[in-house]
């Protein structure tokens, strides 16, 4: 059951939008009170139970790090001007830096610095979370005209014992098999890479709690980036080796590109993936699974978990010059976009409802489908009575019922069946819903792994 | 064992035409008077076991209908005319109508009235087993013509208790696993679609009697469609699972068409797929397994039995102007055309005899060839005794001789083999029988299914 | 361990052409004093534990023959001129004769003699081993002009009760798992086939000793063709099927082809298979798997044991005009392809080394690179103080560590993870070893075959 102790929304252009400035200001990172203040302000319309794992815990291979906690950063120059303050932009100072207070010349500062040569008005996004360090990120315009002098570096940070959270819920559906929809929110003051995914995860819970029925259950997950998946993974990795059928990780879905972008999972069987490489590649464009770059698809592909988890994306990470830097702002994101993203992932959504498997409850032979009016019945389809698209179009119906019926074994999904009626998945509905009603047929959603 | 009880005969053309014209007047439907003297008449050469199950007996999703008694039925016009008669065609009544004997005008009349507009010669074959109905066929152009005036339709037919017949017999052979050779015997006046299905199964009956020997025990059945075939799996479905290599449901064997047309079983996989999938395709055209349409294989391979069964005809339903009317009768059929089908499923039969998997019995590396003749005894095949035919002829048969003893596990078949020694499965039919002899090689008809 | 008691040697053309100088003349067969003095002279350079089997003896389906002792075998003409003289070259007796000393005139002498009309100068390889005979080989053009008169045949043999000898040892790795390297020491003086094969896996042997490490044990194996192998299958056959990996036939290793040529084992997927399936064809060129003709590979994948066994050689059996007969001298095999073929082999054994599947020991997530030195601790490839080069050199090598892993399940080979990584199999040699040192990877050779 979904908690009403939430607020009501509308995941339109107007609240996200809104949601979006409330949120790009805050100084977040894998740990801390950024990060905390952000799953608290989501937890207003999604029903969320935060958990939290403490610094110096092991996880998997991994050691917790301690909690970041940032009041102030700046980079004072010699003639005391400000060169980078964390008050403007959370980008200024590199993530996870220790704290420092020191006055030091421009060859000791400069090890301290980062800027993108290439992109010479960008401030970059620079972490060191698991070796101690700090620094400064600026525009390499600004940088290349620092003159030589004394530098104050002031960064008023603690890397103490805390703790480390992530955030999830779920929406319940006629079986506890589960589709996981997963984003992240450790990313500071940055747009399409990552407040769009986060965005998007809220609006897919608006739209899916509105469904009539459910045939899976639906889980939203909130967490820091890749140690954030790898804490779920310890509480919940064996609930969804038993449950889950698709996996999503919501990331870069703003920005210009018209179309989407899915990251097959590492099996590429999933019921998402089979519903994707059947839909057109202008509405769908398809990468490979691949290790070495993407988000917490890694994680739960890894060979251990092995889960059926995909990525979309609408303007990837790494294709466009705003990535990881000041340019990925809420312009070149854009609060359109990723209304369009919702519209167009819940549609895919709709189709893995009716993409698996389902089974014939009357297998043996066909059942007598003239008593249940799916049939015609006096054999004569020449009658005089009947115009020939009406019988055209009641034995295209029936031609679908009796295929449904007959490869419908559990072994044979959806998919498969429309190929074969040369029809599109969304032609079966009507049908399939009927044979449910009638009580021919049942979703086959991983009964196997329902408990 | 098969019961000398029966009446001796050849399948010839002669004696299938003398049965052809026996059979065809009888008003036959899956139940009652016609179905049973159909089925004693084949019993007088095959040693059917005649089975019977009760109107009203639950079978599977079906409720066995009534039987329905037929004792006449005739519509006449206002002036006194016979307009239609049972006695002129089984045709001219729908097949299952209940008792009536009433006077209606041209308007009352009407919609118990069938006819094919595109064929106005033509009186259609209908059929209303499951909803109580009543009506009449006939010719559009007389349709067309009938004046208005009182009409007397009246049919003399029983809907009662009583029940429903198949037949079949086996022909033992060297393993339990059985092949199924299956027709229906609920058609009434129809030629092609279908007496050349139960006409052409009596021929192989008579063919495969004659065999020297046979791997397989082969199972004839005659029912009436669907509801037959049903009955069928009630009583023998459990023992076809344990044991069916592959069967095949005869139909519209007889008409112009020059060529066999095979439907594959769902499966796709049984022998006698596998056999016709590597025939030419102008012997033996293929179509793809389609549940929406056929005959008693659609119940055969229903996904809770999923038999390995498939469809043979040569002119197909719903291919030819005269199907399910009376433009389909022993001219458009033909006699000859049965033969040749007779002939033609024979010699596929016969492949599927050694199509399969056998095992080599001493699998442990070569068997020792010489001392069984097999292999030269003097290593030097370029001796001046030998002409260059007789070495190539003798290395060729060692060479198949090898590959059946290396492939020879079980796992590949001989159609394989065949592919792989670039020759016929006929090609191999010698050297098969040559090391069954040597007690080299066995064949692997579904041991494993064999109590 | 290897005994020391061997003599040192470096398998380089000196040494290969001296000993094969010294092999040559020897009256080799697959049984009797020939054989026993080859294994010995193996022996000096290999620790070969030499293993007797009975004549007599039943070895699956075959029944040891007796052991053949050649004292001496001469043909002499009607002048008492030399025709034929085993001292002159052991091919000039049929192989396996039985002693006769007998005067008998060219009509009764004819069906003994052997030649070849096509190559008039070539003396024939014959054997008669399973049935009693005797004969000699001699040059057609000789053969064409033998005057009538009384010709003397005097071969002093023994056929009597003996036994059968084989050779093998192993050079332990660091599993169990076992490569057979095989080749067969029955052939008489012939040069290319066989003691090219014989002295080729010497040198693999050599080669092998001297590598720093090996995942794999290694045995090799000299034995008389097909009976040998199948007495060592015998002994050995249960214990292969345990631990074999993959196996390699040596032969026909000499000659002026200038590419090796392997023939699959009838698996096809053995490690060597796999290797040498993405080997470029002009390196290795390829052959089916045919039990029709070849070595001992056609009884170690006989269909009872199917071992993952191929076949090696350069200028293959049957090609060349040589093959079993006379002109199958040192001058054809020549000793340089045999150190091309030692070269080949031995970088084909070195990448099955690294071909098969390994397993990642930190599968939950990934393991946390950075603390282990092969990832960026901080999170910027932007940093003016990289090169663009060395970014990408350390990208590649982090891509490569983070494919393995993903990879690394035991369910993807090596082969395919390099070409997953667009990179040869050698490109991962060196992240292979890494990850193996920091005990985040281990190879999976046949850890379940294992004892």
């Known amino acids: 059951m979904i908690s009403t102790m939430t607020t009501r929304f509308t995941a339109d252009t107007e609240f996200l939008g809104a949601l979006f400035d409330e949120l790009f200001p805050i100084g977040r990172s894998i740990s801390g009170p950024g990060l905390r203040k952000t799953l608290g302000i989501f ?242 464009a398809l990468r490979s699974f691949d290790p070495r770059s993407g988000s917490d698809e890694r994680q739960f592909c890894s060979p251990g978990f092995n889960l059926p988890v995909g990525q979309i994306a609408r303007t990837v990470y790494g294709e466009y010059d705003g990535y990881h830097n000041s340019l990925d702002d809420k312009a070149f994101m854009g609060i359109k976009p990723l209304v369009a993203s919702i519209d167009e992932i819940e549609r895919l959504l709709l189709q893995v409802e009716i993409a698996g498997t389902f089974r014939n409850l009357s297998p043996f032979g066909e059942p007598q489908l003239g008593r249940r009016d799916l049939y015609p019945n006096t054999n004569s389809d020449k009658t005089r009575n009947h115009s020939a698209d009406s019988v055209l179009d009641s034995r295209v119906f029936l031609g679908r019922v009796l295929m449904i019926l007959n490869y419908g074994d559990g072994e044979h999904d959806m998919l498969d069946i429309a190929r074969r009626c040369e029809c599109s998945l969304d032609d079966l509905r009507e049908v399939i819903e009927r044979l449910e009603a009638l009580g021919l047929l049942v979703h086959d959603h991983g009964r196997a792994r329902t408990p």
Chains 1, 2, 3 share one sequence.
């Open 43 to 284: 937890a207003r319309y999604m029903p969320l139970e935060i958990e939290r794992l403490e610094s110096g815990q092991q996880v998997f291979d991994w050691v917790l790090p301690p909690e970041w906690t940032l009041r102030g950063a700046t980079l004072r120059g010699p003639g005391g001007d400000t060169i980078a303050d964390a008050a403007r932009s959370s980008l200024e100072v590199v993530n996870y830096s220790e704290g420092v207070d020191r006055k030091l010349n421009l060859a000791e500062l400069l090890p301290h610095l980062h800027s993108i040569p290439r992109l010479p008005d960008a401030i970059p996004y620079v972490t060191s979370y698991y070796k101690r360090s700090w620094g400064f990120c600026l525009p390499d315009r600004v940088l290349e005209t620092l003159p030589k002098g004394e530098y104050h570096a002031h960064i008023d940070a603690d890397l103490e014992p805390g703790g480390l959270e992530f955030g999830h819920c779920v929406i319940d559906g006629e079986s506890g098999a589960e589709i996981l929809l997963s984003s992240y929110v450790c990313h500071p003051s940055l747009a399409n890479n990552e407040l769009s995914g986060p965005l998007v995860l809220l609006g897919l819970f608006d739209r899916i709690r509105r469904w009539p029925r459910r045939r899976f259950s639906y889980r939203f997950l909130l967490n820091p980036e890749t140690i954030g998946s790898l804490c779920f993974l310890d509480r919940y990795g064996d609930h969804l080796r038993q449950t889950l059928e698709a996996g999503l990780v919501l990331t870069c879905l703003g920005g210009p590109v018209p179309h989407l972008s899915y990251k097959l999972s590492r099996r590429g069987t999933s019921l998402l993936d089979r519903v994707i490489l059947q839909t057109p590649r202008e509405r769908v």
